[in-house]
């Protein structure tokens, strides 16, 4: 298992930016997928975005493409969650997660979990 804690969550402007970061502790980071969900209030938790083990793979809700960027440092046991022109329809929980042996893709086996991080974007 790995230990995931998310940061770096906020509030900012519809049109704003934040980056959200994800600090890995445990077995192997590189030999985790990553993924980022997220829940709104009412609603079931998504997908946002994946990476493979390397970072050479990323997958994107379509809700977040073109606005969001996944990305990880190896060296670091960090993957990151570049959002911008966020959005009102962004707010939500959002949370990290790890697959082993993943592909980088929404239908990845996510096991491990990080407590989620909460965005709300004011209009």
């Known amino acids: 298992q790995v230990r995931l804690v998310e940061s770096g969550g906020g509030l900012v402007q519809a049109g704003g930016s934040l980056r959200l970061s994800c600090a890995a502790s445990?077995?192997?980071?590189?030999?985790?997928?990553m993924g980022w969900f997220r829940q709104a209030p009412g609603k079931e938790r998504e997908f946002v975005a994946a990476?493979?083990?390397?970072?050479?793979?990323?997958s994107y809700a379509e809700t977040v493409k073109g606005r969001f960027t996944i990305s990880r440092d190896n060296a670091k046991n960090t993957v990151y969650l570049q959002m911008n022109s966020l959005k009102p329809e962004d707010t939500a929980v959002y949370y990290c997660?790890?697959?082993?042996?993943?592909?980088?893709?929404?239908?990845?086996?996510?096991?491990?979990w990080g407590q989620g991080t909460q965005v709300t974007v004011s209009s």
């Open positions: 990476l493979n083990l390397n970072g050479a793979r990323t």
């Open positions: 997660a790890a697959a082993l042996y993943g592909l980088g893709y929404e239908g990845d086996r996510f096991g491990s």
């Open positions: 445990g077995r192997a980071f590189s030999s985790y997928a």
